[in-house]
């Protein structure tokens, strides 16, 4: 069973087409709009309520942090690479899709799964070894939006890029000791951006794979951005084409 809580990603949980939730729990005397609003989208899908003491909610949560409300889901659904190639969002003629090389913190690929749905993107793809799946964590992190774009888990992340590359995809890597920068790229047609681990960055052999690798110009005494404020950068400046 999945637990989401907090009363922005339950909302947008509720909203979600793309998870089972089976029950919401309440802590007693919350009140408000909020409350109000997470009551009409529970009755709106047939979703049961129920009002407990918050000890209850502490238990379910695992923390105190819940805001009074939480969700009991089934376990996520991920979907296959197919599905997210056929996913293209409707204001764009191309496609989008992030592929995450071994992002293991939650809230970094919680983070990631907002952005890429922010900005319009087929899906996300995620390899099903040595990196983070999605756990209540990552659904909190993402405010729900793992609940509104595809997510794909596969066993071979190369086999993944071949498979989109065949599809009529380029694929984009980032490495910060690339030659092209940012600036010098016109994205056009179907896009895969490849971003990598929070430390080692896109792996050897799937840097390969990668048919054009960027940098981020960077002018601060730090030399690196969080993987989550980097892929922002990069989607907005792919999709930064007039929409259709």
């Known amino acids: 069973m999945t637990v989401v809580y907090g009363i922005n990603p339950v909302l947008?949980?509720?909203?979600?087409?793309?998870?089972?939730?089976?029950?919401?729990?309440?802590?007693?005397?919350?009140?408000?709009?909020?409350?109000?609003?997470i009551l009409k989208a529970a009755a709106a899908r047939g979703?049961?309520?129920?009002?407990?003491?918050?000890?209850?909610?502490?238990?379910?949560?695992g923390t105190t942090a819940h805001q009074g409300v939480i969700?009991?889901?089934g376990e996520f659904a991920y979907t296959n690479l197919e599905a997210i190639v056929a996913n293209r969002h409707p204001a764009f003629p191309d496609?989008?899709?992030l592929l995450l090389d071994g992002i293991e913190d939650p809230q970094n690929l919680g983070s990631l799964i907002r952005t890429a749905h922010c900005f319009g993107a087929n899906g996300v793809v995620i390899p099903?070894?040595?990196?983070?799946?999605v756990t209540?964590?990552?659904?909190?992190?993402?405010?729900?939006?793992?609940?509104?774009?595809?997510?794909a888990r596969v066993v071979n992340l190369i086999h993944a890029i071949e498979f989109m590359k065949e599809n009529g995809f380029w694929i984009y890597g980032t490495d910060a000791a690339a030659d092209k920068d940012l600036s010098s790229v016109r994205f056009e047609g179907n896009t895969g951006l490849v971003m990598g681990s929070e430390g080692k960055g896109i792996r050897p052999l799937v840097?390969?794979?990668?048919?054009v690798l960027l940098s981020i110009p960077l002018f601060g005494q730090v030399d690196s951005l969080n993987v989550s404020v980097a892929a922002g950068i990069l989607l907005h400046e792919i999709r930064r084409g007039p929409p259709r």
């Open 47 to 61: 979703i049961k309520v129920e009002v407990r003491r918050r000890e209850a909610l502490d238990r379910h949560a």
């Open 71 to 73: 969700c009991l889901c």
């Open 207 to 211: 840097r390969k794979y990668c048919d």
């Open 136 to 151: 209540p964590a990552v659904i909190k992190a993402s405010a729900g939006a793992a609940g509104h774009i595809p997510v």
């Open 128 to 133: 099903r070894d040595r990196a983070a799946g």
């Open 12 to 37: 947008e949980t509720l909203r979600s087409k793309g998870i089972d939730i089976r029950e919401i729990i309440l802590a007693e005397g919350k009140r408000g709009g909020d409350v109000a609003e």
């Open 95 to 97: 496609s989008l899709v």
